[in-house]
């Protein structure tokens, strides 16, 4: 009886498991889909895509070199997106961590010969799918040959 209930037991433990594992990639799917809209709408001049990405009231963050906070809109920076114009932008997401409807997300962008982005998303779900609401950055000279 005692080694039934401990099969019993392992079975079922193994089954939430399998289903913990399986809610958590679906989720991480979501959120990695919605960080490439921003990454790949912004490199490959796709506005609409980053509409999608964005909740209505994102904002950016970043400090000026003279040590001041600049704040700008997802609009002002979605009007900076020209339809259909290409960019040399380089993007890899770094990290994704989430719990129930709240993430943080890190990636990279790289411009070469120029600059290296690293940006810092929150995300948040609801109404079905997981929204930019926020993102600070900050950047450094791409290195000199």
């Known amino acids: ?9 392992l079975l079922l433990s193994n089954f939430y498991l399998s289903a913990q594992t399986e809610k958590n990639t ?3 799917q979501q959120i990695t889909e919605t960080l490439m809209h921003y990454i790949e709408g912004t490199a490959n001049g796709e506005p ?3 509409r999608t990405a964005f909740h209505p009231d994102f ?7 003279e040590d001041s906070l600049r704040i700008r809109s997802g609009e002002q920076y979605i009007a900076n997106v020209k339809k259909g114009e290409k960019t040399n932008r380089i993007g890899r997401i770094i990290s994704i961590d989430y719990e129930k409807d709240a993430a943080i997300a890190k ?8 600059r290296i ?3 810092y998303f929150l995300l948040l779900k609801y ?9 600070s950055y900050t950047w450094r000279a791409y290195p000199k040959d």
């Open 48 to 50: 609409e895509r980053l």
């Open 1 to 9: 009886m005692k080694k039934l209930i401990l099969l019993s037991t």
């Open 59 to 65: 904002n950016l963050y970043t400090v000026t070199e």
């Open 117 to 119: 982005f690293t940006d």
């Open 127 to 135: 109404e079905g799918s997981w929204k930019i609401v926020h993102k």
């Open 26 to 28: 679906s989720e991480i």
């Open 107 to 114: 990636a990279e962008i790289v411009i070469p010969k120029w």
